[in-house]
């Protein structure tokens, strides 16, 4: 089981941009589908960005459709979100994952290892 962690998080001013990074080790991605979900203050763990093994295809929440995009550099084990436009309901904390397969899934239970999420502020 691939170990995660999530980097990049920081306070940014609404209309802003931020990439969050995630770094995979102890074993490669590079055939499973990754995913970045977010976690917001008193509210329950949210879909955000899924995207297949080879990077080809991707499925976003409607909520950052056209605003955010996943990414993947297999050679370096890594992932990204690319997230313009920030708004502050952004404001969460920002969770990769692993999927147990190699399409894009959107559903937690199809994920089976998370990093320990990093901290995206929003401020208006």
């Known amino acids: 089981q691939v170990q995660l962690v999530e980097s990049g998080g920081r306070l940014v001013q609404a209309g802003g941009s931020l990439r969050l990074s995630c770094a995979a080790s102890?074993?490669?991605?590079?055939?499973?589908?990754m995913g970045w979900f977010r976690q917001a203050p008193g509210k329950e763990r949210e879909f955000v960005a899924t995207?297949?093994?080879?990077?080809?295809?991707?499925n976003y929440a409607d909520a950052v459709k056209g605003r955010f995009t996943i990414s993947r550099d297999n050679a370096k084990n890594t992932i990204y979100l690319q997230m313009n436009s920030l708004k502050p309901e952004d404001t969460a904390v920002y969770y990769c994952?692993?999927?147990?397969?190699?399409?894009?899934?959107?559903?937690?239970?199809?994920?089976?290892?998370w990093g320990q999420g990093t901290q995206v502020t929003v401020s208006s």
């Open positions: 995207i297949n093994w080879s990077g080809a295809n991707t």
């Open positions: 994952a692993a999927a147990r397969y190699g399409w894009v899934v959107t559903y937690e239970g199809d994920f089976h290892s």
């Open positions: 102890g074993g490669t991605i590079s055939n499973y589908a």
